[in-house]
């Protein structure tokens, strides 16, 4: 089978509020792929229907081959994780965990060797019997992985699950999920708000902007070659010009200003009205005195910031706009506001993208 | 009214808002048991009454012919409007002597008290659900002929005979009334100061403003929503009360409550006994409109709430 | 120096306020209590003789134990039918949206609002009018409809503050609506459900003002010492009332922790 989960033109309201404007999505077995978009953008609402929460009111969701659109939650082949985690507060970790299985009818001591199983994969052993109040925030989130994973879904969907840990720990267990996800080749539905969560775990990410799925792609797609002026923005920083295109447009040369600069365009049937071109922080390069290339814009720096492993130059160019650039901070040459500079990038990294 | 439940405010998801008018088999199966119940026990009664009320009686029996003479003779005759005025006029003073009694307690209880909290808050709501009979005849106890003040004041030597102006007199009626519904307005306060942030306070201190100033221009207009609630509980129990006037008050005391009481009684006039709760109805339900509007306007945290909801 | 003692001023003086108003919640209470023990039959004071002399009257008065035995059938039936109905009521509160969900709303609190006369004149002109007996039955059916709003309320008060993720939760690893219902959703408002059934048992033994008018020829425990007070004081009367007032402590001081418990 190709697709474990297709969504086609998939649509959803609440009252006048029309959160999913006709999403199509198709999901590979196996794969970690993860809705990224703004809060607001219909990506919870996304998930909340191929676990049956919410009804579409148009367009067909197949799990597996089969259309779910009328099944209940309960008879659906997927598990959940929440966003925090809904584990039931009056029952153990054990019972949280056997949850499931008990629904199903499977035997108690198959439930038991189970649950350990379970709770050793988490690494939560000695936990079983504790309330889910007694556990750290990480902790429960691990339980409710295990509560989840537990009933072997062909996908778990998980609702920002890392939303309530703070960063440092937040990082370790998107490394954990990921490892998890690749032991036990399942698939993932991950929705987040987190750009650069999304970026670290996922093998494909879907951007979401106002009901509308913007771009399907891998991580390193996403970032080098966004299809959108949103996900330009909403991933990562860049610099966006507007920029005019002539139909005699020359291959891999853009007009910015009245300078002819490097810029490809990603995909022409992409290109709308009004077009931007959009260069990445780091990918700008200040230009050293003397140094030549083939084209540049030149400006004044505005301001220069150390952030760590990176200094962070603000030129305000001679046409008003202003460039950011991002450079490590080992690099030779350093400016100081006030100082003239040329600043240029290669061809490959302008792109010229539509609305 | 502070059991305003038309807002259920639901937090777990910005993208969920489900408002489909639609009757599901699941709403029916929980909707109907009660609604039939409601409608034969409740809904039937009040109609009843109100239809009631537009019948006259002839030596003793209830005529069913359609007149308005019920509600003329109540807007016309003193012993009636008059006594609703009175019955008016002794919920006021009951409502402001709860208010006065319960904010320095909720406020003491509420910002003074470090220890035992809660003991304290409960030990103050726990008269709320104590038999309504047994404290409004305590006060017949205390203030009867040969009652406790009564005997107290001669042991000491202020009278020489017992004073009948202790009970069945207004004064009896207003003290037991507002001591029977402080509780009332003192749980509605103590939980308004309570939703009232601490760092309110100390962000007015810090601004310059004096404990006075501090109190008049923040903490007091914060729990205007819960001081409005509860004399709107007060008030109308005390408008509706008829055991205490009649435990204890003289018949020039009697309140509105007790002329239905005996119009439904020993005057067998049901009709107009009908009128007389119609009316009332109406007033509490007016009274019950205006409050709730008073408090939504002078809330400062529903409206944050809102607009978090959105 | 001047600042702290004008600080000490404000705080006493609310400190003493505070006392007073405690005094005046209480003492008339004490009062009742304290005298159920008076050996004399006049609550004059000072107390001279102590006794328990009026316990033992109490004990022996058939007619008041009889109407505690109705208070406490119509109070059990009564508790039962305010869950039956307003645990539906509170679900429906809570997860429906329907046209006219307003005006139930409305209904079902009205006997909680109301003064308790009006609602108890107009069931009992219906009740007369259809020719139905007054009796035991009808001050049942007057208790089981306000306490349909005492339980909505309550159940409703915790349903709000209930995370509706774990229903799906439960939903999402296999449990239908009904399982999901009594392993998930029921255990969470567990308590609410058992303060709300003790909140209206003690309502239900309290109540007068509606049983008042419902009344046959049983009288219910409250409608009985109101007759006993009609034909004067009895010292017998402060040894009931200092039973009713520890009953009703109790049965609040058990309501309160439960309702604490989930905080």
């Not at chain 1, 030149?298 to 603000?314: A, D, K, P």
């Not at chain 2, 009564?150 to 069945?168: C, M, Q």
């Not at chain 2, 409005?228 to 204890?248: E, H, K, N, R, S």
Request: net charge positive; proline share 4%; charged share 20%.
């Amino acid at each position: 089978m190709d697709y474990i989960i297709k969504i086609e033109n998939v649509e959803k309201s609440f009252g006048n509020e029309h959160i999913v404007k006709g999403i199509n999505l198709d999901i590979k077995p196996g794969e970690f792929l993860t809705v990224l978009g703004p809060s607001g953008c219909g990506k919870t609402t996304t998930l909340r229907l191929i676990a049956g929460f919410e009804d579409p009111d148009a367009g067909e969701i197949w799990i597996d081959g089969k259309s779910v659109s009328r099944i209940p939650p309960y008879k659906r082949d997927v598990n959940t994780v929440f966003q925090n985690y809904a584990l039931f507060p009056h029952m153990t970790i054990n019972e949280n965990i056997a949850y499931g299985l008990k629904m199903k009818k499977v035997s108690k001591s198959e439930r038991l060797a189970r649950v350990i199983e379970a709770l050793r994969l988490v690494q939560l052993e000695s936990f079983g019997d504790r309330k889910p109040r007694q556990l750290s925030g990480g902790q429960q989130q691990r339980v409710a992985v295990a509560r989840a994973l537990i009933n072997n879904p062909k996908v778990l969907l998980l609702d920002e699950p890392l939303g309530a840990l703070d960063l440092k720990l937040r990082k370790q267990m998107q490394i954990e999920l990921k490892h998890l996800q690749q032991k036990l080749e399942i698939t993932f539905i991950y929705v987040t708000h987190d750009q650069e969560e999304a970026l670290t775990i996922s093998d494909r990410i879907a951007v979401m902007n106002k009901g509308v799925i913007e771009q399907v792609a891998s991580p390193k797609e996403i970032y080098e070659s966004p299809s959108t002026k949103f996900v330009a923005d909403f991933i990562g920083d860049t610099n966006l010009f507007e920029i005019q295109i002539s139909p005699t447009n020359e291959t891999n040369v853009v007009n910015l200003f009245g300078t002819k600069v490097g810029g490809r365009i990603r995909e022409p049937k992409s290109l709308t009205k009004q077009n931007y071109l959009s260069v990445r922080p780091e990918r700008v390069k200040l230009l050293a005195h003397g140094e030549e290339a083939p084209y540049f814009l030149s400006g004044t720096v505005e301001e220069v910031i150390y952030v760590g492993s990176f200094i962070r130059t603000v030129v305000k160019l001679q046409q008003g706009q202003r460039i950011v650039a991002m450079m490590p901070s080992k690099g030779d040459h350093l400016c100081l506001p006030g100082d003239r500079v040329r600043v240029t990038w290669k061809e490959e990294d302008g792109i010229v993208i539509g609305q | 009214m502070s059991v305003n439940i038309s807002t259920p405010v639901r937090n777990t998801s910005i993208e969920k808002k489900k408002k489909k008018h639609r009757f599901k088999p699941r709403l029916l199966i929980l909707l109907i048991p009660p609604l039939i119940w409601l409608s034969v026990f409740l809904f039937t009664p009040y109609v009843a009454l109100f239809l009631n009320s537009f019948w006259r009686v002839d030596f003793g029996t209830i005529v069913h012919t359609f007149t308005w003479d019920n509600y003329i003779k109540f807007f016309t005759n003193d012993l009636y409007y008059g006594t609703l005025l009175k019955t008016l006029k002794i919920a006021s003073l009951v409502t402001i002597f709860s208010v006065l009694l319960s904010y320095p307690l909720a406020y003491f209880i509420n910002f003074k008290v470090k220890k035992n909290k809660q003991l304290m808050y409960t030990l103050v709501i726990i008269p709320l659900w104590v038999s309504y009979l047994v404290r409004a005849y305590a006060w017949k106890i205390v203030l009867g002929q040969d009652g406790i003040l009564n005997s107290l004041l001669i042991s000491i030597g202020i009278i020489d005979k017992p004073l009948e102006v202790f009970l069945y007199s207004p004064y009896a009626v207003v003290i037991a009334l507002t001591h029977i519904y402080t509780p009332w307005v003192l749980m509605s306060i103590y939980t308004s100061l309570e939703h009232i942030p601490r760092n309110l306070q100390e962000a007015s201190k810090d601004l310059g403003a004096g404990r006075f100033r501090t109190f008049f221009q923040v903490i007091l207009p914060l729990s205007l929503p819960g001081v409005i609630a509860g004399a709107t509980f007060a008030f109308v129990l005390a408008m509706g009360d008829f055991l205490a006037p009649q435990l204890l008050g003289g018949t020039s005391s009697m309140l509105i409550s007790n002329v239905v009481y005996s119009l439904f009684g020993v005057a067998n006039n049901w009709p107009l006994g009908s009128t007389i709760g119609i009316v009332t109805l109406v007033l509490v339900l007016l009274i019950l409109e205006v409050t709730h509007r008073l408090e939504k306007r002078t809330s400062s945290f529903e409206n944050v709430k809102e607009q978090k909801g959105r | 120096m001047e600042k702290t003692s004008r600080f000490d001023w404000i705080s006493t003086s609310l400190k003493a306020s505070a006392v007073l108003i405690f005094l005046f919640i209480y003492l008339p209470m004490i009062v009742v209590v304290v005298y159920s023990f008076n050996g004399n039959a006049v609550n004059s004071f000072p107390v001279l003789t102590w006794s328990v002399k009026w316990y033992g009257v109490m004990m022996n008065d058939s007619a008041l134990l009889a109407s505690l035995k109705n208070s406490i059938l119509v109070a059990v039936t009564g508790t039962i039918i305010g869950l039956f109905l307003g645990i539906p009521a509170a679900f429906v509160v809570d997860r429906f949206s329907f046209p006219g969900k307003t005006i139930f709303e409305r209904i079902v609190l009205l006997p909680m609002i109301l003064p308790g006369i009006i609602t108890g004149v107009a069931m009992m002109s219906v009740f007369v009018m259809m020719r139905v007996q007054l009796s035991l039955t009808t001050i049942l059916i007057g208790h089981g409809t306000f306490l349909i709003a005492v339980v909505m309320t309550q159940v409703y008060a915790r349903l709000k503050r209930l995370d509706r993720a774990i229903e799906e939760a439960s939903m999402d690893l296999g449990a239908t609506r009904l399982k999901t219902f009594f392993y998930v959703t029921l255990p969470n408002i567990k308590t609410a459900v058992i303060g709300a059934t003790l909140l209206s048992f003690t309502l239900s033994i309290d109540e007068i003002a509606v049983s008042y008018f419902l009344t046959g020829r049983e009288l219910t425990l409250p409608v009985q010492i109101w007759a006993m007070l009609r034909r004067g004081i009895t010292p017998e009367v402060n040894a009931i009332s200092t039973l009713i007032f520890f009953f009703s402590v109790v049965m609040i001081v058990i309501v309160t922790r439960l309702n604490r418990e989930v905080d």
